[in-house]
């Protein structure tokens, strides 16, 4: 843990460190991975909401976004096999970043041919092209965080983790506010609904993504000490057999085992009365869909090592993809240090991501315009994000990682009490704008300091599988309870989710003072 350790600098070698030129090559990075996140989320919950979608149907498409929480699964995928041309041509890890940015484009261009208020399967189709989304641009996360690792040592990661995050708010502003300026500009609004006006902006944000492609083909290749073994190509083939396979499993079982929820639900309900019911509706559905979750990655691991001793792929190779990136990390922290740690990655962000699930729903059922959304929420918010970003580095490099990561704890859980005010005030334009600044500005804090905690985990020789479990821990957890975040606000009301939500992130205080103990 170097970047913890690390003497406290003075200001002027902090502030000398912006200038270092891959800060300019992570926000540009970052723009290209925040772009697709919101046309996932609020962007296109107010597009479903404005079609016709009921709210807790909207919610649910965040799930669509899960390929963030399980990109750990093809990390080391990306991480071994090299790409026929591209990777001669362009390097591993720009090769693979044209492959997905070039998805991401054409999953963008998908959903802009679907009308979600179309009768028949749209909605269907619309959240399987979602979900080429969420898988793209979660393989496109993936490149990416490794690029930012190996490009630049640890004293750094700090600011690229800030420079990172800028760009990353800089996308999410083109998608949010952008992508709602131009939906309105071309005609449509809650009251008049018009598909076409959604399939330009769509179409639009398509093409802006040409700036990460634009990004990937002028960089160099970053030079790491790493070592890599070359197999032959039959190797490769049956490597990519076994991964197939496998997620084919899980994927099945998970399909399969749909009654596992209304079986549950029907436990519940004969224990408990009907009024009682609707208020742990969202705790037995999320149970249910953990069970069947679980089944499911348990079946997917069992065939997995049967595929195996059948020797359809090569153990060693299997070995050093998946199983010495895991080893590695438990050898370095020991076992109860190491699941310390990955205790707190998977609920440190639980709080501000749950909340963040319904918050555009929020404010359009508190009555504000989209032009306001855009305008306050997503351009103003940004700025404070941006803000939040540049203090949260300039912090980090001068008082070190865990002190800086307890006070974003600290601030994003209690900033959603703010939202508890908004909730009982109701359609106020100066309030929301002092929720904004608050809550954007100590997320701005947390993630910095966060994802610059999360690369100093992370072994060189590993990067990819390694940061990918990190992350995707990160938001897996979040998201699943996200997607009841609707079910929730209908069976407690906006004012005792929020508490909720807050009270969530409490904990985590507590698990940072207990790493930071360990880790000292």
């Given at each position: ?10 200001w ?11 800060v ?14 919101l ?5 296109l ?127 999410m502003l ?35 993504m ?25 190797y ?87 199983i ?13 240090t ?34 306001v ?35 974003g ?18 359609n106020?334009?100066?309030?929301l704008c ?47 309870l ?36 360990r880790?000292?």
């Amino acid at each position: 843990m170097k970047t913890q350790q690390a003497r406290e600098k003075n200001w002027s070698e902090t502030l000398q460190a912006w200038t270092h030129p891959r800060v300019l090559t992570m926000l540009f990075f970052g723009f290209s991975a925040g772009l697709p996140l919101l046309l996932i989320f609020s962007t296109l919950s107010l597009w479903l909401r404005e079609a016709g979608v009921d709210r807790s149907t909207v919610t649910f498409f965040s799930w669509a976004a899960l390929g963030y929480s399980f990109k750990f699964v093809w990390a080391p995928v990306i991480d071994t096999l090299p790409l026929p041309f591209l990777t001669a041509k362009l390097g591993r890890r720009r090769g693979w970043l044209l492959v997905a940015q070039t998805a991401i484009i054409a999953a963008i261009c998908l959903m802009a041919m679907i009308d979600p208020a179309a009768e028949g399967q749209s909605l269907t189709f619309m959240a399987l092209a979602a979900v080429l989304l969420g898988f793209s641009s979660a393989t496109q996360d993936i490149v990416i965080d490794a690029y930012r690792i190996e490009c630049a040592e640890q004293d750094l990661q700090a600011l690229l983790s800030s420079a990172y995050i800028a760009g990353y708010r800089l996308g999410m502003l083109a998608a949010g506010a952008g992508a709602l300026y131009l939906a309105a500009w071309f005609g449509t609004s809650s009251a008049a609904y018009h598909y076409a006006a959604w399939r330009g902006s769509y179409l639009a944000m398509a093409a802006v993504m040409l700036v990460g492609v634009a990004t990937t083909l002028l960089i160099p290749e970053p030079e790491v000490n790493r070592n890599t073994t070359d197999y032959p190509a039959a190797y490769y083939l049956r490597f990519l057999l076994l991964f197939f396979c496998t997620v084919g499993v899980f994927v099945a079982v998970f399909w399969w085992s749909g009654a596992v929820v209304s079986l549950v639900n029907g436990l519940f309900a004969g224990l408990f009365s009907t009024a009682l019911m609707e208020q742990i509706t969202p705790f037995s559905t999320f149970l249910a869909e953990a069970i069947r979750l679980v089944l499911s990655l348990c079946a997917a691991l069992l065939s997995a090592f049967f595929l195996m001793r059948s020797n359809l792929a090569d153990g060693s190779m299997v070995s050093q993809t998946y199983i010495n990136p895991v080893l590695d990390f438990f050898d370095r922290y020991g076992l109860r240090t190491a699941l310390l740690l990955l205790t707190l990655i998977g609920f440190y962000r639980v709080s501000d991501i749950v909340l963040g699930v319904i918050s555009n729903v929020f404010y359009q059922d508190l009555g504000f315009s989209k032009e306001v959304i855009a305008s306050v929420i997503k351009t103003f918010g940004l700025f404070m994000t941006l803000l939040g970003g540049f203090l949260g580095g300039t912090l980090t490099i001068r008082y070190g990682v865990v002190r800086i990561l307890f006070l974003g704890a600290l601030l994003s859980s209690l900033t959603n009490l703010l939202f508890m005010l908004l909730a009982s005030v109701g359609n106020n334009v100066p309030l929301l704008c002092a929720v904004i600044a608050a809550d954007n500005l100590s997320a701005g804090i947390a993630t910095t300091a966060f994802v610059a905690f999360l690369a100093g985990l992370t072994n060189i020789s590993f990067t990819a599988m390694q940061y990918a479990i990190f992350s995707s821990l990160m938001t897996l957890l979040p998201k699943l309870l996200g997607g009841y975040s609707g079910t929730m606000v209908t069976a407690w009301g906006y004012q005792w989710f929020f508490l909720a939500t807050t009270l969530m992130g409490l904990p985590v205080l507590w698990l940072i003072w207990l790493a930071e103990k360990r880790l000292r």
